[in-house]
């Protein structure tokens, strides 16, 4: 019964990986379920991206052309849900799982079996969720957001194996998280005080704690629909004293610091990439780490500005509306910092720097739009708009995507030994950041002048945008077949690197062998090392 | 004001919980002491709490379920 | 220097028959929702399979404890991870006490037409707002869902046997953390007693809840009954379904005991699981003051 292993000796390096298929389902170790992580995300985002062509396709001219207006919100529901449970959360965890034990010196996670766990729910909820595509009636259809009673009264059967889906896609975030708190707090090296922590550590500890407040929200709303939907509760059904609008309030109690999840360890990397290639130590450290507690707090206090065209008295409107502006103060701290950081530093423009610092430019646009939709008046303008969607994809596409795109190549050479091809990265890069642009920035011309979204159809005057849009679209989700060569190329043929590849880099990361090995840090390292190492030290 | 008081009363069992949590997060001996006596503290204002609501409920204090809401002008 | 030895345990297989298992069982009872002949089967097989995963993994952990292979950082890190585990289920449990004041502090007084909203009356004939009753106001109405309401024919008993379980469940509360005395004193023969006054008033509690629902269902208060109903059932369902898993874990913990696990310092197995049955035990609490009464 006991197949446990002895404690690992100093300086040994311990067991490797077991052969074959058995390695990555029996696997216990952060680098395999991390890699594991990262190729289910980059799975689901190929799968979602797909869904988005199909979604411009029937966008590029007006009229109904290539699918049933039904298929078409089935598509927007489930680009929606693959994306934001399958691709972002996911890649996140897989580079939380792959970086926080290297970075604090640990030699893996807390809970490595719960780790293991953790992961494998994800293909089960992932097939059930796609597996809705071939059930009759179809897959949910009511947006990702689903809103009683579209989600209730008047969905397909298949809505009873989303909320299955969702709710082993959260068992999964929650143990996700609870292995990083107890990972950061507990697997530290001794030496390292918490304000030693590299950002990305810091922000990922800091997510944590939103997922844990919020996955299980998430899980109790799904439960409600499903007692409205199949054993005749009236939680959403006005009809027996409940509320639709209650619905509203209790998703967006998960779903504003779900946004927050989806976006704090991009600051993170932000954080760790800006100063590498400015070759300066990051600006205002502790800043960055009480504006990321602040945003944190912040985002729990804020979600029904999500619905100010739903209904609320005024001085709830009022009250929303204040505290989401509040929310403007520490990202700018942010913002400024990462340009104070660039500020007379010695710049060079490798893939992963500029993937960044086109990130912090179009995140700041998506931030921006984001405080005009804060505004409680303007608000009715564009509620449900384009404007919504222009604004949400600035914010997940160039600034979380950009961001796990960034550290992949950024820590690509740690991760396979293997430097990827630098002028194809650059290549990739700026066809994805044109093609984007001209896929997204339209959109916000489209949402003001009035354009709906979650439409298969829309009048003739917004033909010639979205014509442009759908180009772009096409473009940037071409692009991905380049990224998937250069990974892949890079892991293949790349050519061998020095154990710290980018000069100015520093961490705890950059100091094991070029090729990361299986268990990080075997013994902790000592405290002249994390002081060198530190992200504040010259 | 008794349901007020008696909400109080909640807010405190919880604090003592949280306390309790807390010591079993620290571990150890002082973990341990501190785990047992927020526990202590916590059953002593539950069982305070139960005969509360009972007593309030027997002097008409309170009532079980009482809202009838006022329905507004009728068109 | 015996903190600087890190554990990593061996691959495993339990994670793989677990995610095997809450699949199976969820889409059976998805299944048996829509009407598909295998669905209960599938769902007790994905259960059984759950529970084998749960007791074959604890059951590997608690062994590797008793043989001495964890280290003191391990133990924090099952601290750690039971302590947010805890706070997660907390999170869950506010969700549904949430909609339950939602309700009760707004929704149904607008619908009575509170703060200038909807005046109902004019939709169902003489609707009036109430709270427990609130099914009792709107006769001979069919949910969105297509289901009938069901009537009430009286109101929720609260000094019967809704008080007898608190004070029961109180009272295990006492005996718990009677027993977490006698261990820390390490007088093993009272922890026992103590433990087996707490998992027999536990299971007395669950007793009693199951005849309360058949009064209540008898009375027409049902997951039918508009949104009183709804959160009662749901909120004290949950609970119940929290005490059954308290009182298996603490039946294990009985059964360590007197296998003679634990030492007066060291009882993490222990003071998680009599965390978990405080924590239940101001569940019950806040249901017992807000759904009952207040």
Redesign the interface.
């Known amino acids: 019964m006991t197949t446990a292993t002895a404690t690992i000796p100093h300086g040994v390096h311990h067991h490797g990986p077991e052969k074959g298929l058995m390695r990555w389902i029996k696997t216990t170790n952060h680098k395999d379920i991390g890699s594991l992580y990262m190729w289910f995300a980059f799975a689901m985002l190929l799968i979602g991206g797909a869904l988005a062509m199909g979604i411009r396709a029937e966008l590029l001219q007006p009229g109904m052309q290539l699918m049933e207006p039904q298929f078409f919100n089935q598509l927007t529901t489930m680009h929606g849900l693959i994306m934001v449970f399958g691709a972002i959360m996911p890649a996140f965890v897989g580079l939380g799982n792959w970086l926080i034990p290297m970075m604090i010196g640990a030699p893996d996670m807390a809970l490595p079996r719960m780790n293991n766990w953790s992961f494998w729910i994800l293909p089960f909820a992932g097939g059930i969720l796609l597996s809705t595509f071939f059930m009759e009636g179809g897959a949910p259809a009511f947006g990702w957001t689903f809103y009683a009673p579209l989600s209730t009264t008047f969905a397909p059967d298949s809505t009873d194996f989303f909320i299955f889906a969702v709710h082993l896609l959260g068992f999964s975030s929650i143990m996700g998280a609870i292995n990083i708190i107890a990972t950061v707090l507990n697997m530290r090296a001794p030496e390292m005080k918490l304000m030693d922590m590299p950002l990305f550590v810091w922000t990922w500890l800091i997510t944590s704690f939103l997922l844990i407040g919020a996955m299980p929200v998430l899980a109790g709303v799904v439960t409600m629909m499903l007692t409205d939907r199949n054993f005749g509760t009236a939680f959403f059904d006005a009809t027996g004293g409940g509320d639709p609008v209650m619905f509203q309030h209790i998703f967006w109690f998960f779903g504003h610091p779900e946004v927050y999840i989806m976006i704090l360890p991009a600051f993170g990397i932000t954080s760790h990439i800006i100063p590498t290639f400015a070759r300066k130590p990051l600006f205002g450290y502790s800043s960055m780490v009480y504006a990321t507690a602040s945003i944190a707090f912040l985002s729990y206090i804020v979600w029904a500005h999500h619905m100010f065209l739903t209904g609320m008295p005024v001085a709830g409107g009022l009250y929303f509306m204040y505290a989401t502006m509040l929310i403007a103060v520490p990202t700018g701290v942010k913002v400024f910092n990462w340009v104070a950081t660039m500020w007379r530093g010695s710049m060079t423009f490798e893939a992963p720097m500029l993937w960044t610092l086109s990130f912090v430019f179009l995140f700041t646009i998506g931030g921006f739009s984001g405080l005009m939709l804060g505004i409680a008046p303007a608000d009715i303008q564009y509620h449900d708009t384009y404007f919504v969607v222009a604004h949400f994809h600035y914010v997940l596409v160039t600034g979380a995507l950009w961001a796990i795109i960034a550290a992949t190549l950024y820590w690509l050479p740690k991760w396979t030994g293997k430097m990827y091809n630098e002028s194809l990265a650059k290549i990739h890069f700026w066809w994805a950041v044109i093609s984007v642009n001209i896929l997204f920035f339209p959109q916000h011309f489209l949402g003001l002048a009035g354009m709906p979204r979650r439409i298969p159809d829309y009048s003739l005057q917004f033909a010639d945008f979205n014509l442009i849009s759908s180009i772009g679209g096409f473009a940037f989700g071409a692009s991905f077949f380049l990224l998937t060569y250069i990974v892949v190329d890079c892991i293949r043929n790349g050519k061998p690197v020095s154990a710290r590849p980018w000069k100015g880099a520093k961490g705890l990361e950059w100091t094991l062998d070029a090729k990361a090995p299986y268990h990080s840090f075997n013994t902790p390292p000592s405290r002249a090392l994390i002081e060198a190492e530190s992200q504040h030290s010259a | 004001m008794a ?1 007020f008081f ?2 109080i009363v ?1 807010i405190t ?2 604090v003592a ?1 949280g306390f ?2 807390i010591g ?2 620290k ?3 002082r973990g ?1 002491d501190r ?2 006596k927020s ?2 503290a ?2 002593s204002l ?2 305070f ?2 005969l509360l ?2 007593f309030a ?1 027997y002097m008409g204090w ?1 009532e ?2 009482p ?9 | 220097m015996s903190e600087q030895k890190y554990y990593v345990p061996d691959g495993t297989y339990w994670p793989i028959i677990g995610s095997i298992g809450v699949t199976i069982l969820f889409v059976g009872f998805a299944n048996q929702m829509h009407g598909v002949s295998w669905g209960a089967s599938a769902m007790v097989l994905g259960f059984a399979i759950v529970i084998f995963m749960l007791f074959g993994w604890l059951g590997q952990v608690v062994n590797e404890s008793v043989n001495g292979i964890y280290n003191s950082q391990v133990d924090r890190s099952f601290r750690w991870g039971m302590s947010w585990f805890i706070f997660s289920e907390v999170m869950f449990f506010a969700a549904f006490f949430g909609a339950l004041f939602y309700a009760r502090q707004i929704s149904v007084p607008w619908l009575s037409g509170e703060g200038n909203n909807l005046y109902t009356p004019e939709l169902w004939d003489g609707f009036k707002a109430t709270w427990q009753q609130i099914a009792f106001s709107t006769p001979g109405t069919t949910l969105k869902s297509g289901v009938e309401m069901s009537i009430p024919t009286q109101l929720v008993d609260t000094w019967g046997l809704p008080a007898l379980n608190t004070a029961l469940l109180l009272l295990s509360g006492v005996t718990l953390t009677f027993a977490h005395h006698a261990l820390r004193a390490e007088r093993r023969n009272q922890v026992i007693s103590w433990l087996v006054a707490t998992i027999v008033l536990g299971v007395a509690f669950l007793g009693f809840q199951v005849a309360e629902y058949g009064h209540a269902y008898a009375d027409g208060l049902q997951l039918t009954s508009g949104i009183y109903g709804s959160t009662f059932y749901m909120l004290t369902g949950f609970h119940g379904f929290h005490v059954t898993i308290g009182a298996i874990m603490l039946s294990v913990i009985l059964y360590r005991v007197q296998k003679g696990h634990f030492s007066a310092d060291s009882h993490f197995g222990f003071e998680g699981v009599a965390w978990y049955w405080h924590f239940v035990d101001v569940v019950w609490l806040g249901l017992f003051v807000f759904v009952y009464w207040l």
């Open positions: 349901e008696i909400i909640i069992i919880l919980l309790g949590l079993m997060l571990g150890g001996r341990s785990m047992f526990l202590v916590r059953i539950s069982v709490l139960f609501v009972m409920a309170i079980p379920n809202v009838v809401f006022s329905t507004s002008t009728q068109k």
